[in-house]
């Protein structure tokens, strides 16, 4: 029996007892014993919830309890989780938590507490929501020096440039739509500025590579300045755009990472992801890509991911799971503008005009087009080539192409 | 220091081999020390192999060598390699393999026999090649009770029916090209009716419901009946042709368990796998669809799982995997006669016969059909349903709609 403390009683919160509660004749069988649901933490009262006799309100009634083992974190945000995240690891107890922003910014420190008191820190729903990505990619594919990772890790950004692509919507239209079907926030700085995407791929880099990767360090773009044009000329010659996180393998032991919006071929897996999907391609050295496709948010999904850690734990509460980083360094995260690429370029400019800077150029049409607009995927150059090439042209929009 | 002798020295085996040396310094960070080939069982030469020292053609050497703690086998088949890994698990090593048939006809006993010897019995690469799957499923979606599986399970018909369905070659050159591409055998029967997607999904059911499912169970039919006429009709109502292994959860514990040709929508992701790559899907009742997609066979692709799982060993001999599943037994697996969907087919009739017999029916075009040609799409139902109504009807192909 190991017996569960779940800090807040939000959407994965709430999802995490639901599925402990519904799956656990089959929870009980592979953790080897039950996994039992003590206290729930929240501000507010439930008196309703099936979970209402678990309510606490005070952390410490928690902490201070030697019989639970381990503490799901879903509280979000990184301070109050923080606090109590500190202190249930001080406590002895392994955490588990979907709170991608804190791994993000006190991951290597709390990785470190986690071993310096011998329990687990475990955050798979973090990345993917119930996509299995970070223990895949520290166990199944440890066989593997890891070139790169590519992912739509957004599904709020990426519901968005779907209904663009599909039913022709504007950003705005399309965010609207996204917040009245709840897949957006009232605020949704953190997703479409591309914040919870940078958040994710510091967590992929930091696993593939081994150093915490802060979300400060990585060039991070999101997709308010993708137009209907700009979905019309990608669609013209076979692409969508996608915002993708992206991070690579450098040399002496250097990480490049950023978030932009891209363009990506029909012909790529990743061109399909469409809605509120996410999906990572690793790439290894032995393995060649590998995609991970799944649910990146919502109750349930994210709480498949969460209770899969707390089996982990329960199955074998003192192992090395092998998630450990080293701490991160100013230096280590090197810029994107050395990676060789093509773009796609729109512009205030005639297409002979763009030829005369950019050279070989594949020139890109759209119905309805003003005439002095030219778009254009270049042939593969850096950022600083490109910018040198395209100097006193008046540029709308600059995506690479993945 | 975990010393490891490969058996074979194959395509796989080399791979293992290639890798463990490729990527030595990664892998003994992550399995918390370096992994040796001591021994490559053989009963060619490889004198200018670099790992010409290890060769050895007696098993008993490395049977009776307590230094050997992983016996990697890439034999195949299931005779020599079940007489050797029988051995090697009774001499207390663990095994890894990447043999589909020997799981799937003695996967159970060989389970029972590592656990009585405390060791383990993994074979990660036995399905969808470098794909994480097998330790994907038992692990990251403990949490989940299985709804079922789909998958993409073999690349040498993914191989001829993408060829098919976008370069319009026939079966028989689609085949001849794979052949000569080396992505099939002189003798393809294995691959093209369907025996190794069958394996397979013996595997995945097996893992997913906890009782050995035997291939001989499970209703298999491969591709070779599909033809250019079939793939143009699925082409025009937005759909591709794919050969998938499925096994779905049943009441009272059954499992039903089939290999056929489907339709598949192009918004399905799995529509969009082509070439040699495999996918699977697996439905959790908590996480929804996710997708595991990437190169199902190939030397390094099908090495890389098989080193994580060896570094799964070196990091934790003596760890329970959460891999063993019980007996089969004879009435395990049900007829997928029940299971309700749309169907495809292909009838020397007319569209009003067509609809005579089968009443609400999507009609298909393709050109140059012959007169007496009728395709079409059915209602949702069942196989007897169908076969009740197509009574008396030439029916030229029928394969179910996913």
Known sequence: MTKVAILGFGTVGSGVAEVLSKNSQGIARRAGGEIQVKYILDVRDFPDSPFKDCFVKDFSIIENDPEVEVVVETIGGAKVALEFTTRALKAGKSVVSSNKELVATHGYELLQLAKANGVSYLFEASVGGGIPILHPLINCLAANEVEQITGILNGTTNYILTRMIKAGLTFDQALKEAQDNGYAEKDPTADVDGHDACRKICILSALAYGQHVYPQQVPTQGIRGVTLADVAYADSCGYKIKLLGRCLREPEGKVCAFVAPHLVSCENPLAGVEDVFNAITVTGNAVGDVMFYGRGAGKLPTASAVVADVIEIARDPKADRGNQWGPGSEDLVVSDDHLTSRWYVRANASMDQARLACGEILPLARSGAP????????????????????????????????
């Open 371 to 402: 005439a002095r607009e030219a778009a254009f995927l270049t042939q593969p150059m850096t950022r600083p080539q490109l910018m040198d090439r395209l100097e006193g042209m008046e540029i709308c929009s600059l995506f690479r192409v993945l």
